[in-house]
C-alpha cells in the first residue's frame, strides 16, 4: 500500500484538490423506513426493537462475539455503513480514544506522507451524525459513544465511530468500530465515503504504532457486503482529482453511473493488551459552512426532480471534557437559516420555479460515558416556512447503555395539512 499512496496523495496535493460538484448534497445514505412511518402517522416510537436478522459472530479466544455488522440511524436495521473494526482486551471505548490520541501524525514508517489529513492526529470529531449498531450478545442497540477524525471538516478527512457493546473477551470489553475516509461535498455540510478499506488501515496502522496490541491485527473473516457496499455519487466522483481517484482503486473518469464503493466485507480484530492511560482536558471548537449547492429537497419531496439552490451558512461546534476521574462527555451542535429557491433541472440549467423561502436547520447531541454507564441523545430539526405553508421534520433519539432505547420521527408536509 505504501508506494502507491505516497506517489497519489503527492500528486493529489500537486493537482490542488480541484472539485466540482452539481446537483447533489445528500451523503448517499439509505432512507430509514422511520420517516415513511412518521409521514403516515404523525409521528413513530421505537422501543427496544429485535436484533436484525443480519448477524455475524467473531469468536475471540472461544468466546463468540454476536453483534449486527452495519451502522444505522435509528434501531430499524437500515444499514448505513460497515462495522470494519472489532476490538478485544483493554479496549474500552475510552481505552481506544486514548490510545490513538496518544500517537502523532508521522505515519512515514508506513509509506504515508506528511500530507493532511494522513499527517494529522486524531481529535475529537465534529459534526459528526449519531448512529447506531447493535450489539446483540450484549447491551442490545448501542450508540456512537466515541467519535474521531484526522483531518478537519473538509475537504478530506478520516471518521471513526466506536460502540461500547457491553460484551467481553479477550480478557476485556468489546467495542466494535466503524471507519471511513470522506470528502466534504463542496458547497454542503455533508460528506460523501470515499473508501471504507483505507481507513480501516491507517486505523490498524495506528494501533501497531501505538505499541498496545498483543497480537498482530487479524480478519474477523466475513462479517457484511463484499464486494462493495453503497455508493459514490456520480457528480462527486467525476470531480474528483484523477490522483485520488488511482488511490482509492476507482474507474477512469468520467463515469455515468454512481460508483461501488469496494468493501471486502471483513473487518480486523484487534486486540490491545496494554491500557492506554486517559489523559484528562477539555476542548471547544467551531466551523462555520457555507451553503452554495443545487440540492434534492431533503424531505417532503415530490419526486426525483424536486431540487433547491440552498445558500447561507451553517455553524457547527463541538465541546467536551474528559475529567480525572475518567468521565467523558460530548457535545455536538448546529444551526442554520438558509435560504432555499426551488429550480427546475430538466433542461440541464437551473430555472427558478417559486419564490426563495427561508430554511432553518438546527439539531444537538450529546454523550455521556465513564467506567459504568453510557448514554447517547440527538435532535434533528429542519423547517421550511414556504408560499403555501409550514414543513417540517424533526428526529429525537434516546440511546442509554441500559434501560428504554427510542427513537421519534415527526414529518409535516404542506400536502397533508
Same mark, same amino acid.
Not at 452539481?22 to 409521514?39: L, R, Y
Not at 417532503?300 to 440552498?310: I, K, N, Q, T, Y
Given at each position: 500500500?505504501?508506494?502507491?499512496?505516497?506517489?497519489?496523495?503527492?500528486?493529489?496535493?500537486?493537482?490542488?484538490?480541484?472539485?466540482?460538484?452539481?446537483?447533489?448534497?445528500?451523503?448517499?445514505?439509505?432512507?430509514?423506513?422511520?420517516?415513511?412511518?412518521?409521514?403516515?402517522? *404523525?409521528?413513530?416510537?421505537?422501543?427496544?426493537?429485535?436484533?436484525?436478522?443480519?448477524? !455475524? #459472530?467473531? /469468536?475471540?479466544?472461544?468466546?463468540?462475539?454476536?453483534?449486527?455488522?452495519?451502522?444505522? #440511524?435509528?434501531?430499524?436495521?437500515?444499514?448505513?455503513?460497515?462495522?470494519?473494526?472489532?476490538?478485544?482486551?483493554?479496549?474500552?471505548?475510552?481505552?481506544?480514544?486514548?490510545?490513538?490520541?496518544? +500517537?502523532?501524525?508521522?505515519?512515514? &514508517?508506513?509509506?504515508?506522507?506528511?500530507?493532511?489529513?494522513?499527517?494529522?492526529?486524531?481529535?475529537?470529531?465534529?459534526?459528526?451524525?449519531?448512529?447506531?449498531?447493535? !450489539?446483540? *450478545?450484549?447491551?442490545?442497540?448501542?450508540?456512537?459513544?466515541?467519535?474521531? /477524525?484526522?483531518?478537519?471538516?473538509?475537504?478530506?478527512?478520516?471518521?471513526?465511530? +466506536?460502540?461500547?457493546?457491553?460484551?467481553?473477551?479477550?480478557?476485556?470489553?468489546?467495542?466494535? *468500530?466503524?471507519?471511513?475516509?470522506? +470528502?466534504?461535498?463542496?458547497?454542503?455540510?455533508?460528506?460523501?465515503?470515499?473508501?471504507?478499506?483505507?481507513?480501516?488501515?491507517?486505523?490498524?496502522?495506528?494501533?501497531?504504532?501505538?505499541?498496545?496490541?498483543?497480537?498482530?491485527? !487479524?480478519? #474477523?473473516?466475513?462479517?457484511? &457486503? !463484499?464486494? #462493495?457496499?453503497?455508493?459514490?455519487?456520480?457528480?462527486?466522483?467525476? *470531480?474528483?482529482?484523477?490522483?485520488l481517484v488511482g488511490l482509492i482503486g476507482g474507474p477512469a473518469q468520467p463515469v455515468l453511473a454512481d460508483v461501488p464503493l469496494p468493501s471486502d466485507g471483513q473487518g480486523k480484530l484487534l486486540r490491545l493488551a496494554f491500557a492506554a492511560p486517559l489523559e484528562p482536558g477539555t476542548w471547544d471548537r467551531m466551523v462555520t459552512v457555507n451553503y452554495d449547492q443545487l440540492v434534492p429537497r431533503p424531505f417532503c419531496s415530490e419526486g426525483p426532480g424536486d431540487f433547491l439552490l440552498v445558500t447561507g451558512?451553517?455553524?457547527?461546534?463541538?465541546?467536551?471534557?474528559?475529567?480525572?476521574?475518567?468521565?467523558? /462527555?460530548?457535545? @455536538?451542535?448546529?444551526?442554520?437559516?438558509?435560504?432555499?429557491?426551488?429550480?427546475?433541472?430538466? /433542461?440541464?440549467?437551473?430555472?427558478?420555479?417559486?419564490?426563495?423561502?427561508?430554511?432553518?436547520?438546527?439539531?444537538?447531541?450529546?454523550?455521556?460515558?465513564?467506567?459504568? @454507564?453510557?448514554?447517547?441523545?440527538?435532535?434533528?430539526?429542519?423547517?421550511?416556512?414556504?408560499?403555501?405553508?409550514?414543513?417540517?421534520?424533526?428526529?429525537?433519539?434516546?440511546?442509554?447503555?441500559?434501560?428504554?432505547?427510542?427513537?421519534?420521527?415527526?414529518?409535516?408536509?404542506?400536502?397533508?395539512?
Amino acid at each position: 500500500m505504501s508506494t502507491r499512496f505516497a506517489r497519489s496523495i503527492l500528486i493529489m496535493i500537486m493537482a490542488g484538490c480541484v472539485l466540482l460538484v452539481m446537483a447533489s448534497c445528500s451523503e448517499n445514505i439509505p432512507t430509514s423506513p422511520d420517516a415513511e412511518a412518521a409521514k403516515r402517522a *404523525g409521528g413513530v416510537a421505537r422501543h427496544d426493537n429485535p436484533p436484525p436478522a443480519d448477524q !455475524a #459472530t467473531v /469468536t475471540i479466544d472461544g468466546t463468540p462475539v454476536v453483534f449486527w455488522p452495519y451502522t444505522g #440511524t435509528s434501531f430499524d436495521g437500515t444499514p448505513v455503513d460497515p462495522i470494519n473494526l472489532v476490538f478485544a482486551g483493554e479496549a474500552d471505548p475510552l481505552q481506544i480514544r486514548a490510545a490513538l490520541m496518544a +500517537l502523532s501524525g508521522d505515519r512515514s &514508517a508506513f509509506g504515508i506522507p506528511p500530507i493532511p489529513p494522513f499527517n494529522a492526529p486524531w481529535q475529537d470529531a465534529i459534526g459528526g451524525d449519531v448512529q447506531t449498531t447493535c !450489539a446483540v *450478545g450484549g447491551d442490545g442497540w448501542v450508540g456512537s459513544v466515541v467519535q474521531l /477524525t484526522l483531518g478537519e471538516f473538509g475537504p478530506l478527512r478520516l471518521h471513526l465511530r +466506536l460502540f461500547r457493546t457491553g460484551q467481553e473477551a479477550g480478557g476485556g470489553p468489546v467495542t466494535l *468500530g466503524g471507519a471511513h475516509f470522506e +470528502l466534504n461535498i463542496p458547497g454542503t455540510a455533508d460528506h460523501q465515503v470515499l473508501s471504507w478499506e483505507l481507513a480501516e488501515q491507517i486505523v490498524m496502522a495506528d494501533l501497531v504504532r501505538s505499541g498496545l496490541l498483543g497480537a498482530a491485527p !487479524a480478519p #474477523t473473516g466475513l462479517i457484511n &457486503a !463484499a464486494p #462493495t457496499f453503497r455508493t459514490i455519487m456520480k457528480e462527486v466522483y467525476n *470531480g474528483l482529482p484523477p490522483a485520488l481517484v488511482g488511490l482509492i482503486g476507482g474507474p477512469a473518469q468520467p463515469v455515468l453511473a454512481d460508483v461501488p464503493l469496494p468493501s471486502d466485507g471483513q473487518g480486523k480484530l484487534l486486540r490491545l493488551a496494554f491500557a492506554a492511560p486517559l489523559e484528562p482536558g477539555t476542548w471547544d471548537r467551531m466551523v462555520t459552512v457555507n451553503y452554495d449547492q443545487l440540492v434534492p429537497r431533503p424531505f417532503c419531496s415530490e419526486g426525483p426532480g424536486d431540487f433547491l439552490l440552498v445558500t447561507g451558512p451553517v455553524e457547527f461546534t463541538a465541546r467536551g471534557e474528559l475529567s480525572p476521574d475518567g468521565s467523558y /462527555t460530548s457535545h @455536538n451542535a448546529f444551526v442554520g437559516i438558509l435560504r432555499a429557491v426551488p429550480v427546475d433541472l430538466s /433542461t440541464g440549467t437551473p430555472v427558478p420555479t417559486g419564490p426563495a423561502f427561508p430554511a432553518r436547520v438546527s439539531g444537538h447531541s450529546s454523550v455521556t460515558l465513564d467506567a459504568w @454507564n453510557a448514554r447517547v441523545t440527538m435532535q434533528d430539526r429542519r423547517f421550511t416556512r414556504e408560499p403555501d405553508g409550514v414543513q417540517v421534520k424533526q428526529i429525537w433519539m434516546n440511546i442509554p447503555q441500559q434501560g428504554l432505547k427510542t427513537v421519534r420521527t415527526r414529518l409535516s408536509c404542506i400536502d397533508e395539512s
